[in-house]
């Protein structure tokens, strides 16, 4: 009962999401080049007062074209490279499910059988440790399902403050932004700092202040 209540609530919450992160971030990538002809407007009014001041070497429409050929032909390699990228993702993408799945299967025979492991695991163990042993499992099951538990709220924090921040800021693809935030919150200690490289990149867009 409690998988099937799980998996009715993750159908529930992905068929209602799905949409609207597929119709952002579809969005997102039509408006990308906009967002890039904003962005070099607004470094071309930073960089046009430190040029006159002698700060920036040379002329900043000259550096804002290397920079913009830099970039260009960095998205032609990959681009070239986008084939096989993709076909390396769907085989990985294929792989991470076969493992999700078994892992959902072999949970749930350790769940119904979780009386039986344990004992075995304690008649494993020789007589003078068992009891040091049954505090080790104890320990092991409160521990695991704290730090799932406690990464599983950091996750959500971090994705929904970011969302809804971003949405009182005005910046667009606020669900979209937040929900990569909320992936890489998974990293401990940079997760953060790679999730918000995206959002501040289109807020500079939209308006660097």
């Known amino acids: 009962a409690s998988f099937l209540l799980l998996a009715a609530l993750l159908t529930l919450a992905v068929s209602s999401a799905i949409p609207l992160l597929s119709d952002q971030l579809s969005a997102l990538f039509a408006s990308a080049p906009r967002l890039v002809g904003e962005a070099q407007e607004a470094l071309r009014g930073l960089l046009e007062p430190l040029a006159e001041r002698g700060l920036v070497p040379g002329d900043p429409d000259e550096l804002l074209s290397g920079a913009a050929a830099a970039v260009a032909g960095r998205l032609r390699a990959l681009v070239g490279a986008l084939p096989g990228e993709l076909f390396g993702l769907a085989e990985r993408t294929v792989q991470l499910a076969l493992v999700a799945l078994g892992s959902v299967v072999v949970a749930a025979y350790m769940l119904a059988d979780a009386r039986r492991i344990k004992a075995a695991y304690l008649r494993a163990a020789p007589k003078g440790w068992r009891r040091d042993a049954l505090e080790l499992w104890d ?34 693809y606020a669900l979209t932004l937040g929900a990569w935030v909320a992936l890489t919150a998974v990293v401990p200690l940079v997760g953060a700092w790679l999730g918000a490289v995206p959002a501040v990149l289109v807020a500079l867009a939209v308006s660097p202040a």
């Open 139 to 172: 320990s092991f099951g409160h521990t695991l399902s704290r730090y799932l538990s406690g990464l599983a709220f950091v996750m959500l924090v971090q994705g929904a403050l970011s969302a809804f921040v971003l949405w009182l800021l005005g910046v667009p």
